[in-house]
């Protein structure tokens, strides 16, 4: 099944499946997800702060940033989670799936080789998830969630900000390989 998923996207990955994904991920990252951030702080009468945002933090800051919604920011915030909250995970993920194979598929060719590297997004999409289904809970908890509730929701947004950070940087370094090879390869075709 991996060996499965993992060709279909190395096949697609180049220009054209790139354009689309950066069109899809745009749509959901300047127009659709700002919409929650606004719509809460909106009903709530005041800029608040929003979870998915974070880096980490402990149950009271949770309980502190989730008090400041009130009753209606806070099922309205919820509804936002469901639906678009499901759907930009899955925007960037697609994304990053094309320019890491897109980016490693154009390095094979110099013998670069890692198999699967360019699954890698997927650990962002289920660390993204599972940090969803925990705001979630909490957001239609408040305020008797658990502090485990909090922890295990902290955990996924500190893993999935460190994912992102390592895909990113993996991402770099691989653009810059490229560049070397490339660059090396007109030095010794020119000799």
Same mark, same amino acid.
């Given at each position: 099944?991996?060996?499965?998923?993992?060709?279909?996207?190395?096949?697609?990955?180049?220009?054209?499946?790139?354009?689309?994904?950066?069109?899809?991920?745009?749509?959901?990252?300047?127009?659709?997800?700002?919409?929650? %951030?606004?719509?809460?702080?909106?009903?709530?009468?005041?800029?608040?702060?929003?979870?998915?945002?974070?880096?980490?933090?402990? %149950?009271?800051?949770?309980?502190?940033?989730?008090?400041?919604?009130?009753?209606?920011?806070?099922?309205?915030?919820?509804?936002?989670?469901?639906?678009?909250?499901?759907?930009?995970?899955?925007?960037?993920?697609?994304?990053?799936?094309?320019?890491?194979?897109?980016?490693?598929?154009?390095?094979?060719?110099?013998?670069?080789?890692?198999?699967?590297?360019?699954?890698?997004?997927?650990?962002?999409?289920?660390?993204?998830?599972?940090?969803?289904?925990?705001?979630?809970?909490?957001?239609?908890?408040?305020?008797?969630?658990?502090?485990?509730?909090?922890?295990?929701?902290?955990?996924?947004?500190?893993?999935?900000?460190?994912?992102?950070?390592?895909?990113?940087?993996?991402?770099?370094?691989?653009?810059?390989?490229?560049?070397?090879?490339?660059?090396?390869?007109?030095?010794?075709?020119?000799?």
């Amino acid at each position: 099944m991996l060996q499965k998923i993992a060709g279909f996207f190395w096949r697609i990955a180049g220009f054209k499946a790139f354009i689309g994904a950066l069109i899809i991920y745009l749509v959901f990252a300047a127009y659709v997800m700002p919409k929650g %951030p606004q719509m809460i702080q909106q009903i709530s009468g005041k800029k608040v702060e929003i979870l998915d945002l974070q880096f980490t933090y402990t %149950p009271e800051r949770a309980r502190a940033i989730l008090g400041e919604y009130g009753v209606l920011a806070r099922w309205e915030a919820a509804s936002f989670e469901l639906w678009a909250d499901t759907l930009y995970p899955l925007a960037y993920t697609f994304l990053f799936l094309i320019i890491m194979g897109w980016l490693f598929k154009s390095l094979s060719v110099y013998g670069v080789r890692i198999r699967y590297i360019h699954l890698l997004p997927f650990l962002v999409l289920i660390a993204d998830y599972c940090e969803n289904a925990c705001i979630i809970t909490m957001l239609k908890s408040y305020p008797d969630f658990s502090d485990n509730l909090a922890l295990a929701s902290s955990f996924f947004t500190s893993l999935k900000w460190s994912l992102l950070a390592l895909i990113t940087f993996i991402i770099g370094a691989g653009i810059w390989l490229l560049t070397f090879y490339k660059m090396t390869r007109g030095k010794v075709a020119a000799k």
